[in-house]
């Protein structure tokens, strides 16, 4: 920290700074709560922020801050107000960092100015004006507020009641200890793993065992996120590894429940209960994610539904039980717990599968009836993002350059479920391992192709990505599960865990701003329909003897460049930090 006379001496001070270092500036008569400063200048998602009497630039803002400082400097030098009206200077904060925060903003660099709520953040004009400052700062503990702000605004019944009080408390000891947010996200993956490892003995110990450790793993995948939000340590990387680390846990404690099954006696088609409940979380959360997309910058987003929603949130009660009924993480998982410990796999599969589809139902309404009565113009962006998630490989973009798009507000959705159901139709009904499936996996890629020949901007083509990963995943179920080859739907789930992966991997790189997957990754692993295909002709060539060979073997080959390919990204992204508060669901 060095002092400074003047906006000049300020400047060839920070000028000196290494180029990749943030720089601050602060009115040295500033008061206020020690949070509210690490609010305004250690929050690393935003290239320049300010809160009263003190602003922050990370290197990307620096170049605009040293031209403010000098022409500071020279206006003041000539008698010349720092900044005219139009520059966007406020009399609340006339100060020197207020005056360079406002050319900022002129010059075209956004200025994160946060939320400060109770805390005391000023630049007292006067004796009489510092003391009422200092007596609101000494007033109000400014880490009671730092630990509020740690835990998600909008969270499930379960955690914010049963997790969240006390979990605060565990992120504010990590942070003492200074540990990071990936830290604490790593352990709650291993914790998981171990819990997956206990499951798959088939013991009851190792039920009971494996429901602790499983709530365990959460309270810690909450505090993660707390401890990003107490210490404002946000990266990209971090965001990624929490939400895909979150269904990592998920998918390896259901195949160890599967595992655990058989060893207790069970007969294999529990794995079909286990890859059902992945299938059926998965499109649950494509649906989720495609419809927050299509809808992210729509123009005009009005709809009655959305206003019932928002009528509905106004009551008390009616909130936590909307929270509730989509089932959550925090309520998924618990349930996965008690009944783990209580019961059979079979049961918490059964219950999984009860429990998600109702939920599937609800928000899936929701969604259909908001799209419907809302009048909202899609923009290019959304129509980008529906298409990066379709993940249409070469097959379907072939015949999307060749065919004529077909107009109608309904179009893409209809045929996307018309090859869904002609796909998966075939799968369950044609005889197994016949070519009349692979001549349904022809069709769908023909409808596949027809449905994204067009810019997906129609009320209800968010549908489309859906209904995509709905004929997959359960062409690759139906078809493991019918084949009666040894291990073949084990094989199965390892195989739709690699695309789920790569698919939540795509939303993931969209949310952070840096765009879908590269177009050789796509083309490499087939797309959607590419590899349903692939599927059907394995089922077709091969015996059944050595369907789970071919299934394991593309599921390694997917799995390798996902893997290699996501991993280079994440740890080399220049995307900008983000924390992902994360769907409900």
């Known amino acids: 920290m060095q002092s400074a006379d003047d906006a000049g001496d300020a400047a060839a001070l920070l000028a000196a700074v290494p180029a990749g270092r943030r720089v601050a500036l602060v009115d040295p008569r500033f008061v206020g709560h020690v949070h509210a400063l690490r609010l305004g200048l250690t929050d690393p998602r935003f290239p320049a922020a300010a809160v009263p009497g003190a602003l922050t630039a990370r290197p990307e803002a620096r170049g605009a801050l040293l031209r403010a400082l000098e022409r500071s400097a020279a206006a003041v030098g000539a008698g010349a107000p720092v900044a005219g009206p139009d520059a966007g200077a406020t ?22 100015r946060p939320e400060l709520g109770s805390l005391t953040a000023a630049v007292p004009a006067d004796a009489g004006a510092r003391a009422t400052a200092e007596r609101a700062r000494d007033a109000l503990d400014d880490e009671a507020v730092r630990l509020r702000g740690a835990v998600k605004a909008h969270d499930g019944f379960f955690t914010t009641f049963a997790v969240s009080p006390y979990s605060r408390y565990l992120a504010r000891w990590c942070a003492r200890r200074g540990l990071t947010p990936n830290q604490v996200t790593t352990a709650s993956l291993i914790t998981a793993l171990v819990a997956a490892g206990a499951a798959a003995t088939g013991t009851r110990g190792g039920y009971i065992a494996a429901g602790i450790l499983l709530l365990v793993s959460f309270v810690l995948d909450c505090t993660d996120g707390q401890l990003a939000r107490y210490s404002l340590q946000y990266s990209t990387m971090g965001a990624w590894l929490d939400a895909t680390f979150d269904r990592a846990k998920e998918y ?41 997309e299509a809808n992210h910058d729509a123009v005009a987003n009005t709809s009655p539904t959305a206003a019932l929603s928002d009528k509905l949130d106004s009551v008390g009660w009616t909130v936590w039980a909307r929270r509730m009924i989509v089932l959550p993480i925090g309520e998924r998982w618990a349930m996965i717990a008690v009944l783990t410990a209580l019961t059979t796999p079979r049961i918490v599969f059964y219950a999984l599968l009860v429990g998600c589809a109702l939920a599937a139902c609800y928000t899936t309404a929701g969604r259909l009836l908001r799209s419907l009565t809302r009048r909202a113009t899609r923009t290019e962006r959304a129509a980008r993002a529906l298409a990066d998630l379709a993940d249409s490989g070469p097959l379907a973009q072939g015949v999307a350059a060749l065919a004529p798009g077909l107009r109608g507000a309904y179009t893409a959705p209809a045929l996307a479920l018309l090859g869904s159901l002609v796909m998966t139709g075939g799968a369950l009904f044609l005889p197994y391992g016949g070519w009349l499936t692979v001549a349904a996996a022809a069709v769908y890629v023909v409808l596949s192709g027809l449905a994204v020949a067009r810019p997906l901007t129609g009320v209800l083509d968010w549908l489309v990505p859906p209904l995509f990963r709905a004929a997959e ?39 952070g701003g840096t765009g879908a997957p590269p177009r050789w990754l796509v083309r490499t692993i087939g797309g959607h329909e590419g590899r349903t295909t692939l599927v059907a002709v394995l089922a077709a060539l091969t015996p059944v003897s050595g369907f789970t060979t071919a299934l394991t073997a593309l599921a390694v080959a997917v799995a390798l460049v996902v893997l290699v390919e996501s991993i280079r990204f994440w740890v080399s992204s220049s995307a900008p930090a983000v924390h992902d508060e994360g769907e409900l669901a």
């Open 252 to 292: 390896a404690y259901y195949a160890g429940l599967a595992i655990g099954a058989v060893h207790a006696g069970a007969s294999d088609d529990v794995w079909v209960l286990a890859l059902g409940a992945m299938v059926l979380q998965a499109c649950r959360h494509v649906v989720d994610f495609s419809f927050n």
């Open 473 to 511: 995943y359960v062409t690759i179920l139906v078809l493991a599960a019918r084949s009666d080859a040894p291990h073949a739907v084990p094989a199965a789930f390892g195989l739709v865990a690699a695309v789920a992966y790569h698919h939540y991997d795509t939303v993931y790189r969209i949310r």
């Open 91 to 112: 009399p609340e904060d006339p100060t020197l960092p207020g005056r360079i925060a406002a050319a900022l903003d002129a010059e075209g660099v956004a200025v994160k």
